[in-house]
């Protein structure tokens, strides 16, 4: 896999004076036409996250590069955002997919930072507010109280260690395609394939031992990344059900 592929949504940050601001964890405080100059509707969603200070440029391109990775092997009438956060990467489905019905964003707490994305999403595309969301709950207890719809869409960014592992058999269980891009390995689990580890390193052995659980749980498994001038935690893990 290329260590920093290109950007596949906003491809002027290919440009090597963009490519060094993607990874900004500032909101970006220039003016939004300098990033999103053109009248597309990303670059219209772009402008109207910047201009509201939302969250940092570095959480736009990330929702917006993982969404293009994983939209059409994931997308479902019904999409749940594990780990949601400030909600972008589910609410992405709610403005480009028209076959979405329902996007739920699910996380323990609901961040001050969502209102101002909520905010801009719904100004460009109106139509979320019929379509989307907010829904604090602990995600230890979504498998067990059933809250994620069978066959419903799963996406995940950045849950810390365990909790993507955690989000994997929510999915499972739901009999759902799933996307994940982990983060945080340190507080992964522990592997029980000590060669495997000490071979690969932490991080990618942790990504192969999910690869093999989900395959064991009868999915197709295929791994993207996203740039890594966005953020080295880049990798991206995508299962279906084969037809």
């Not at 489905?93 to 909520?118: G, I, K, N, Q």
């Not at 066959?151 to 929510?170: K, Q, R, S, W, Y």
Request: aromatic share 8%.
């Amino acid at each position: 896999m290329a260590a920093d592929p290109s950007f596949h949504v906003f491809r002027r940050f290919n440009q090597p004076a963009l490519r060094r601001v993607a990874g900004l964890r500032q909101r970006y405080l220039g003016a939004s036409r300098e990033l999103f100059p053109d009248d597309t509707l990303p670059d219209r969603l772009g402008r109207a996250l910047v201009e509201r200070r939302a969250i940092p440029l570095k959480e736009i391109l990330e929702s917006f590069e993982f969404f293009a990775r994983v939209r059409r092997r994931v997308r479902r009438p019904v999409m749940v955002d594990l780990c949601a956060g400030h909600g972008l990467t589910g609410l992405l489905y709610a403005v480009f997919e028209r076959s979405v019905e329902r996007v739920t964003l699910l996380d323990e707490r609901r961040p001050e930072s969502f209102a101002a994305v909520w905010e801009a999403v719904t100004e460009v595309g109106p139509w979320v507010r019929e379509k989307a969301a907010y829904v604090e709950h602990p995600l230890d207890r979504v498998e067990a109280e059933h809250l994620v719809p069978e066959g419903a869409g799963l996406v995940m960014v950045h849950g810390c260690g365990h909790l993507t592992d955690t989000g994997l058999g929510v999915g499972i269980a739901a009999l759902s395609p799933i996307a994940v891009m982990p983060c945080c390995y340190r507080n992964a689990p522990p592997l029980k394939l000590r060669g495997l580890r000490r071979a690969l390193g932490k991080a990618l052995a942790t990504d192969v031992a999910r690869t093999y659980r989900l395959s064991a749980a009868g999915y197709h498994v295929d791994w993207a990344t996203i740039p890594a001038a966005i953020t080295p935690m880049n990798r991206v893990l995508v299962a279906w059900h084969p037809p």
